[in-house]
Nanobody, 125 residues
């Protein structure tokens, strides 16, 4: 099994930056594509960004393009999400996800096998 633990969430003001981390443990050799999703109150869980195993291919949802950056350090079994120019509409619980196979990236939550517990990000105006 694989365990994912997010950290780095918090309360910030609009325009600020924040970096989320997702540390993987357990059978980390099973981790291939990874991604970040977010869920605001009363809304569905949406893709934010995704990355393939090597980090050579990435996807960003339109609302975060140019502001967020996904990266991974496979030697440290850690996924990162750098969030710049944060907006109040970025307020949500952010989830890290991992899939145990595949060479590309995945944007649909149903294709992920492992999930973190979530990290709250609140952006005040």
């Amino acid at each position: 099994q694989v365990q994912l633990v997010e950290s780095g969430g918090g309360l910030v003001q609009a325009g600020d930056s924040l970096r989320l981390s997702c540390a993987a443990s357990g059978r980390t050799s099973m981790i291939y594509p990874m991604g970040w999703f977010r869920q605001a109150p009363g809304k569905e869980r949406d893709i934010v960004t995704a990355i393939n195993w090597s980090g050579s291919s990435t996807y960003y949802a339109d609302p975060v393009k140019g502001r967020f950056t996904i990266s991974r350090d496979n030697a440290k079994n850690t996924l990162y999400l750098q969030m710049n120019s944060l907006k109040p509409e970025d307020t949500a619980v952010y989830y890290c996800a991992a899939r145990n196979s595949g060479s590309g990236y995945y944007t649909n939550a149903k294709f992920y096998d492992y999930w973190g517990q979530g990290a709250q990000v609140t952006v005040s105006s």
